[in-house]
């Protein structure tokens, strides 16, 4: 974890740019999906049991998400990496963002116009769904007020509790097959619970702005965008990247030391 956080920071600006466009653009088509094969078949649990191929596809190919990040990097300028400053993290930190939101964004101008028949009439049902979906989750949580605030934080927090656990699972394996399933389980958490992620929203909101979504841009990243992002990254660092910093790196050499109870050995 510690590497490939410092490995990104070092990473060219080129090179962040792409791989975050495309794992936006990746995840928002999951997102698409998950959406239409909710509406199509009106049960919620197959979209979540579906969308987790977006995040299984962008992770195999090595491209980035903001709320990955937001976990590893920190780890590296924790660890006093060599060359590894406050500064490069926000700078790794500002491009993935920017490159997801332009990924997402994308996804989000032809789902519009495939819903639609290019703007030529009116939504179809996933279209309508779509608009309704950003209408939900940002005069939803607004109505309520500091308490619509604090549950959106909350359920932030919670999504990158489980998208980062996700990220570290995939590191248990070295297969294909172990990566995806280690991948699948909390994502499908995360999706069907309803938690907001930073990336997903930037394809859900500016969808539904292009399909007729009753609520504004300053409603968008007001009531949504920038709590889910903050949510986001207190999830993620300190419920995965600290705390197994914290009993997997930082305790790792007093192990096996005299007077300790011994390590088990596995099996041969």
Known sequence: MIDAGEA??????????????????????????????????????????LFPVGFCMLYL??????TGVFTLVPLA?????????PGG???????????????????AVFTAIIVTFGFS??????????????EGRTLGYAAHGAAGMLTLFIRAVMCNWMVSTGVVAAMMS?????????MWMPILVFFYMGFEHSIVNMFLFP???????QFTIG?????????????NLVGGLTFVGAMIYATHHRTAPARGAEGDDPLPVAAE
């Open 89 to 107: 993290m926000m700078r790794n930190w500002g491009l993935v963002f920017c490159g997801n939101f332009a990924g997402a964004f994308t996804v």
């Open 121 to 134: 009439e009116a939504p179809n049902a996933v279209g309508e769904k779509l608009g309704h979906i950003g």
């Open 219 to 231: 409603d968008y990243l007001i009531w949504n965008e920038i709590p889910t992002v903050l949510g």
């Open 77 to 85: 300028l924790i660890d006093r990496r060599a060359g590894v400053t």
């Open 174 to 182: 070295t297969s294909v097959s172990g990566k995806v399933i280690a």
């Open 8 to 49: 990104k920071v070092f990473m060219s600006t080129r090179d962040t740019l792409i791989r975050a466009y495309m794992a936006g653009a990746i995840l928002a088509l999951a997102a698409a999906f998950a959406v239409t094969v909710t509406v199509n078949t009106g049960e919620p649990l197959l979209g979540a049991l």
């Open 207 to 213: 969808a539904g702005l292009l399909l007729g979504g």
């Open 61 to 66: 190919l090595g491209f980035d998400l903001l």
